[in-house]
C-alpha cells in the first residue's frame, strides 16, 4: 500500500511554544491531506482537510490561528500547533488519500505531543 | 449529519473463534467502505476495503457490504490474540476528495 511518513513520532514540549509536525507522501502525490486528533479511548476526531496549495479548511471547534496548516508541495504537509498548552497534549495523526474516489485512506505513524 | 455507527465493545472471543463486527451508515449514496485496525497507541491500518454488496474475502478477513440495509460487517475467522485492538468502519461521502467518515471503532479482545 501507499505510504504516509509522518514526523516527528514523538515530542515533548514546554507551555507556550509550539510544534510543528510533518506528514509526507512517499509515493504518491496528494492534492488533500487531513489531519486528526485522538485522546487517550476516544476516536479519530478530524481537525482539518489540508489543501495543496491553498488555505485549510477546518472542522468546527478547531482553531485555525492555534493549528496553522501548511500544504506547499504535493508530498508535504505540516501542522504547527502554536502556543501549545498542556491540553494540547494528544495523538496527532495525518491522512492521505491517493485520488479522487474509491480510494482508501492511508495513515502517518501519528505524533504524541506532551505538553509539560 | 452523516454517520458511521459501531458498537463501542469490547467483544471478547476466544482464541480460533470468528469475530463479527458490524457497522451502519447514515448516507445512502455512499460507495466505498472500509474496515482499518489501530492498536492501542498507534495509528489506524487498512484491512479491507469493499465497494460492491456481497462479500469480499482477504485471507482471514470478510468483509460483507448491504447498501439496501446500510450495512457493512468485518469477519475475522480463527480468532488469534493478536487481532485484538480496535476495529474503526469508515465509509466515503460522496464528495471527492473528502475525509472518510469513521466509526468510533469497536475494541476485540482475543483471549488465549
Known amino acids: 500500500g501507499a505510504v504516509v511518513s509522518q514526523h516527528p513520532s514523538r515530542v515533548i514540549c514546554k507551555s507556550g511554544t509550539s510544534v510543528k509536525i510533518e506528514c509526507r507522501s512517499l509515493?504518491?502525490?496528494?492534492?488533500?491531506m487531513f489531519w486528526y486528533r485522538q485522546f487517550p479511548k476516544q476516536s479519530l476526531m478530524l481537525m482539518a482537510t489540508?489543501?495543496?496549495?491553498?488555505?485549510?479548511?477546518?472542522e468546527q471547534g478547531v482553531e485555525k490561528d492555534k493549528f496553522l496548516i501548511n500544504h506547499a508541495s504535493l508530498t508535504l504537509s505540516t501542522l504547527t500547533v502554536t502556543s501549545a498548552h498542556p491540553e494540547d497534549s494528544s495523538f496527532y495523526i495525518c491522512?492521505?488519500?491517493?485520488?479522487?474516489?474509491?480510494?482508501?485512506?492511508?495513515f502517518g505513524q501519528g505524533t504524541r505531543l506532551t505538553v509539560v | 449529519q452523516k454517520e458511521v455507527e459501531q458498537n463501542s465493545g469490547p467483544l471478547s472471543v476466544p482464541e480460533g473463534a470468528i469475530a463479527s463486527l458490524n457497522c451502519t451508515y447514515s448516507d445512502r449514496v455512499s460507495q466505498s467502505f472500509f474496515w482499518y485496525r489501530q492498536y492501542s497507541g498507534k495509528s489506524p491500518e487498512l484491512i479491507m476495503s469493499i465497494y460492491s454488496n456481497g462479500d469480499k474475502e482477504d485471507g482471514r478477513f470478510t468483509a460483507q457490504l448491504n447498501k439496501a440495509s446500510q450495512y457493512v460487517s468485518l469477519l475475522i475467522r480463527d480468532s488469534q490474540p493478536s487481532d485484538s485492538a480496535t476495529y474503526l468502519c469508515a465509509v466515503e461521502p460522496n464528495q471527492a476528495g473528502t475525509a472518510l467518515i469513521f466509526g468510533k471503532g469497536t475494541t476485540l479482545s482475543v483471549s488465549s
Open positions: 509515493d504518491f502525490q496528494a492534492t488533500t
Open positions: 491522512s492521505a488519500r491517493r485520488g479522487m474516489g474509491n480510494t482508501e485512506a492511508f
Open positions: 489540508s489543501n495543496e496549495g491553498s488555505k485549510a479548511t477546518y
